[in-house]
């Protein structure tokens, strides 16, 4: 595998940075964890590969041929999650996103940055009255690049952030969750 010295994913995908929840190796050469940023909560999953690469086209056969079936195994993991531990707020959708770069990247300098996916779950607790607003007033789920802003204003449920009383645990319990749907899915191993 091709580490790169300083990068924080490789740090991850080495196991020299434990993340909350742990990080799980999956098929294919990938690492997922509960996402650290502070403007995520509870399942906002961050996907990346163990080796070091930068972009999309530097991914191996492998990698770039189990990604697809990784995201579709993430995405029925948290959904699966949510229906059992919070009836009452199913997920909606979930959010894939991929970034270029770092919001912490200065450009100027060569800092390692380590391509990382982010799997974003949209529960129905957030449709209102919190949710993103179009300039006529009603919610939309249109301009999805507004999402990271939900927690800024109050609109996740307390106990889906960091911090609140047995984070910890939730995030072990969905970490728990997405490691049996990879095993029950024996054909990505």
């Known amino acids: 595998m091709t580490f790169s010295e300083f990068c924080a994913g490789c740090e991850v995908s080495q196991g020299s940075r434990h993340p909350t929840g742990g990080a799980l190796h999956l098929p294919g050469g990938w690492v997922v964890n509960q996402y650290g940023g502070s403007e995520g909560w ?10 070091h690469r930068m972009s999309l086209s530097e991914l191996s056969a492998q990698e770039a041929q189990t ?28 959010y894939i ?18 391509l990382h996916i982010h799997l974003i779950p ?14 006529d007033g009603k919610t939309t789920w249109a301009d999805g690049w507004r999402v990271p802003t939900l ?31 990879f095993v029950s899915t024996p054909h990505l191993l």
Do not use: K
């Open 42 to 51: 509870l399942g906002w999953l961050a996907l990346q590969p163990a080796s």
């Open 122 to 135: 949209r529960f129905q607790s957030l449709n209102a009255p919190n949710g993103l607003q179009r300039s």
């Open 67 to 94: 990604l697809g079936p990784n995201i579709q195994t993430l995405d029925r993991a948290v959904t699966a999650f949510w229906q059992t531990t919070y009836p009452r707020d199913p997920v909606v959708r979930v």
């Open 151 to 181: 927690r800024e204003r109050g609109a996740v449920p307390l106990h889906y952030l960091r911090g609140s009383a047995d984070w910890e645990r939730r995030v072990a319990s969905l970490m728990g969750c997405i490691r049996d749907a």
């Open 97 to 114: 996103v991929y970034f270029f770069e770092s919001a912490f990247q200065v450009p100027q300098e060569p800092t390692p940055y380590h």
